[in-house]
C-alpha cells in the first residue's frame, strides 16, 4: 500500500483580526491594522473573516472594545470559525481571560504576536535566550490564565487549594527560569563585549531601522555579502558583522541588527539591550529608512523613540532614505525631512543608486575620526611598511635617498596605537 506524501509544514493559523484606536494612535495611510495584518501574516497566519476596528477615547477595563463591538467580532468568530482572535493592542490578563470566554477562541494580544515571530527567527544562542526571557516576563503575570480549569470552586469536595499550588509551582519555576536565563545572557553579553573591545583599531558602522527598511539588503550591497534578505518583517534578529572595504583600500566594520517597530513590547526591548547596544553605539550610527513606505515619518519617529530607550544621546550621523526608486512622488521626501537632520543621502541598495555618494561621505567622516600621520621607515623594514598599509590609508609616498621612506597616511587612533608598538627601529612618527 502506498502511502501518500504529507506537508511537513505546519498548516497556517485562521485569525479574525481587530484592535481599538485611541487618540494619540499614529494615523496608518494604507489603512487600520495595515502593520498588524504584516506581523500576521509574518507568524504565519492567516486572516479570515472582516477586520474590525473602534475608536475610543479610553479602553474598557474588561474587554478593552466597547461590548457592541466585541458582539461582532463574537459573531464574525462563530461564521468564519478562526483558531484565534489577535489584537493589535496590548491587553491586561484578565481583558484576555475575559474576550476568551466570549469567544471561545484563543485571543493573542499585539506583544504576543511579536514574542512569537522573533521566537521563530531567532538563530544563535543569544537571540533564542533573549526571546525566550522576554516570553517568560510576558508570561509570569498571565499564568493564572493558564490553570483557571483548576481554581478553587467554592463549596465543591476536593477543589480546594490544588490550582493555588500548582501556579504558585510554576511561578517559582518561571521565576529561577528568568534568574537563569539572565545569568546565561550576561556571560554571553561579556564575552561578545570582549570581541567588540578587540576592533578597538577599526572604524564600525551600526544600521539601524525600522523593520523592513532595507538594512539587509544595504548591508549585502557595501560589504558584498550573502544575508538573507526577506519582504518580511524581523526578517533580521541577529546582529550581523561584515567588512566594508572603502575604494582607498580602508576597511570599515558595518553591523546589522533585528529592526524597530512601533509599540515594541518593553520586555522585548529589555531583552535585547545588549543587542542594540552593539550596534548603536559604533562609531557611525546610520539610520536606514524606507522612503517609498506612505508611514515613513511614523516609522521614523518610532525609530527614534528605541533609539532614546536605549540611551538619552544617540544621534544618527547618517540618514539614508533607501527605495528612491520606488518613489512616485519626490515631493514626498521633501516633507519627511526636518531643520535638525543629519547628512541626508538618498540611495536604492537594490539597483546601487546613491551608493558612491554614500561611500565618499563615509570615507569623509572617516577622515575626521583618523590622525594625518608621516611616518618615515628604513627601506629595509618591509615589516612595518606593510602594517602600515594595512592598517591605515596611504595618501603619499616619498623615498628620502636610498636609506628611507616616508609615507603620510591617515590612521585611526587604535591602529596608531598598535602601529607604534609594532614598528621596527629607526621608525619616526608626526603627527600633522
Not at 538563530?123 to 483548576?150: F, G, I, K, S
Not at 558595518?254 to 515594541?264: E, H, N, P
Not at 515619518?297 to 544621546?313: K, Y
Not at 636610498?402 to 612618527?429: M, T
Request: proline share 4%.
Amino acid at each position: 500500500m502506498t502511502r501518500a506524501l504529507e506537508s511537513t509544514h505546519s498548516a497556517r493559523e485562521r485569525v479574525v483580526l481587530c484592535g481599538v484606536l485611541f487618540p494619540d494612535a499614529p494615523v496608518e495611510f494604507e489603512g487600520a491594522l495595515t502593520e498588524a495584518g504584516a506581523l500576521v501574516e509574518a507568524a504565519h497566519g492567516r486572516i479570515v473573516g472582516q477586520t474590525y476596528t473602534q475608536s475610543r477615547a479610553k479602553a474598557d477595563p474588561a474587554t478593552l472594545m466597547g461590548k457592541g463591538k466585541v458582539h461582532e467580532v463574537e459573531e464574525e468568530v462563530r461564521r468564519e470559525q478562526p483558531d484565534a482572535v489577535v489584537f493589535d493592542n496590548d491587553l491586561s490578563p484578565a481583558q484576555v481571560r475575559n474576550l476568551e470566554k466570549i469567544f471561545g477562541v484563543r485571543v493573542i494580544d499585539r506583544s504576543e504576536l511579536i514574542l512569537d515571530i522573533f521566537s521563530r527567527r531567532a538563530q544563535t544562542r543569544q537571540a533564542r535566550l533573549q526571546v525566550e526571557l522576554a516570553q517568560n516576563e510576558y508570561l509570569l503575570p498571565r499564568l493564572r490564565r493558564m490553570w483557571t480549569h483548576l481554581e478553587r470552586t467554592e463549596g465543591a469536595i476536593g477543589t480546594r487549594g490544588p490550582g493555588e499550588t500548582q501556579l504558585e509551582t510554576d511561578r517559582r519555576l518561571l521565576r529561577k527560569r528568568v534568574r537563569d536565563l539572565r545569568a546565561d545572557l550576561k556571560e554571553i553579553e561579556a564575552r561578545k563585549l570582549r570581541e567588540v573591545r578587540t576592533r578597538g583599531d577599526q572604524f564600525t558602522i551600526g544600521l539601524v531601522g525600522y523593520t523592513n527598511a532595507g538594512k539587509s539588503t544595504l548591508l549585502n550591497r557595501l560589504t558584498e555579502s550573502d544575508e538573507l534578505v526577506a519582504d518580511m518583517p524581523f526578517a533580521t534578529l541577529d546582529t550581523r558583522t561584515r567588512r566594508w572595504r572603502l575604494p582607498d583600500g580602508r576597511q570599515v566594520l558595518v553591523s546589522d541588527t533585528v529592526g524597530f517597530l512601533q509599540r515594541l513590547p518593553h520586555h522585548l526591548v529589555a531583552s535585547f539591550h545588549a543587542t542594540l547596544e552593539e550596534t548603536v553605539h559604533a562609531d557611525l550610527l546610520v539610520h536606514v529608512v524606507d522612503a517609498s513606505h506612505p508611514d515613513a515619518a511614523v516609522q521614523m519617529q518610532a525609530v527614534d523613540d528605541v533609539l532614546e530607550s536605549v540611551s538619552s544621546n544617540l544621534r544618527p550621523g547618517l540618514l539614508v532614505f533607501n527605495k528612491v526608486d520606488l518613489v512616485k512622488d519626490p515631493i514626498s521626501l521633501q516633507l519627511l525631512l526636518t531643520g535638525d537632520d543629519p547628512e541626508v543621502v538618498y540611495i536604492s541598495a537594490v539597483s546601487g543608486d546613491g551608493i558612491d555618494r554614500l561611500t565618499r561621505l563615509v570615507a569623509q567622516i572617516l577622515d575626521e575620526h583618523m590622525a594625518l600621520v608621516d611616518v618615515t621607515i628604513p627601506t629595509s623594514d618591509g615589516r612595518t611598511i606593510a602594517l602600515l598599509k594595512s592598517y591605515g590609508a596611504v595618501l603619499e609616498e616619498e623615498c628620502l635617498g636610498d636609506v628611507s621612506l616616508r609615507i603620510r597616511a591617515r590612521l585611526g587612533e587604535g591602529a596608531l596605537g598598535n602601529l607604534r608598538r609594532q614598528a621596527g627601529p629607526g621608525v619616526r612618527f608626526d603627527i600633522l
